[in-house]
T-cell receptor, first 113, second 113 residues
Framework: GENVEQHPSTLSVQEGDSAVIKCTYS??????FPWYKQELGKRPQLIID?????GEKKDQRIAVTLNKTAKHFSLHITETQPEDSAVYFC????????????FGTGTRLTVIP | DAGITQSPRYKITETGRQVTLMCHQT?????MFWYRQDLGHGLRLIYY???????DKGEVPDGYVVSRSKTENFPLTLESATRSQTSVYFC????????????FGPGTRLTVL
């Protein structure tokens, strides 16, 4: 099955700085890569996703890049704010009938005011 | 709009007891999933269902049983709970197979003593 690795496990940045979280995946056939944000005690929520036919996608302060050749994708958050503090999970779809998501182990982002 | 709900939100049980976690969604989504979330492991898929009466194993199915007699409900049963099953359990649903946002329920925190 798919194997997703995520780095770093923790990340602290000053408010206003940028944050980058990186993930690699093993299955070259994977074609969908969502990112979820989970605040403390809450459910994971989708913040952005990208499909394999696109190299980059942007939504206001967040962007995701995908390098299919290298099998890695990254989340970029610019102008970070304290409310960006959360755990972020990347995921990659497998190619079984259900297109199940395999998740990375998460990155705890702390934005220091 | 209730969306996707889980019950109970918190449960404490003893080793060897049977426990059932409930999941209900109001969107008529075809796909439903059960994940467990443990520190250092991210979200791991236990079981999934593509439609009523169709279920299949995920990454970590041992010790769990599911059923899906109705589209909106997807209960997860621990037939004989063990301490290693202490975790936060998330149910999720998705409308279709491809490229659709997966919505998570609020989670159930289960402690097995």
């Amino acid at each position: 099955g798919e194997n997703v690795e995520q780095h770093p496990s923790t990340l602290s940045v000053q408010e206003g700085d940028s944050a980058v979280i990186k993930c690699t995946y093993s299955d070259s056939a994977s074609n969908y890569f969502p990112w979820y944000k989970q605040e403390l005690g809450k459910r994971p929520q989708l913040i952005i996703d990208i499909r394999s036919n696109v190299g980059e996608k942007k939504d206001q302060r967040i962007a995701v890049t995908l390098n299919k050749t290298a099998k890695h994708f990254s989340l970029h958050i610019t102008e970070t704010q304290p409310e960006d503090s959360a755990v972020y999970f990347c995921a990659a779809s497998d190619q079984t009938g259900a297109n199940n998501l395999f998740f990375g182990t998460g990155t705890r982002l702390t934005v220091i005011p | 709009d209730a969306g996707i709900t889980q019950s109970p939100r918190y449960k404490i049980t003893e080793t060897g007891r049977q426990v059932t976690l409930m999941c209900h969604q109001t969107w008529s989504h075809s796909y439903m999933f059960w994940y467990r979330q443990d520190l250092g492991h991210g979200l791991r898929l236990i079981y999934y269902s593509a439609a009523a009466d169709i279920t299949d194993k995920g990454e970590v199915p041992d010790g769990y049983v599911v059923s899906r007699s109705k589209t909106e409900n997807f209960p997860l049963t621990l037939e004989s709970a063990t301490r290693s099953q202490t975790s936060v359990y998330f149910c999720a649903s998705r409308l279709q197979r491809l490229y659709n946002e997966q919505f998570f329920g609020p989670g159930t925190r289960l402690t097995v003593l």
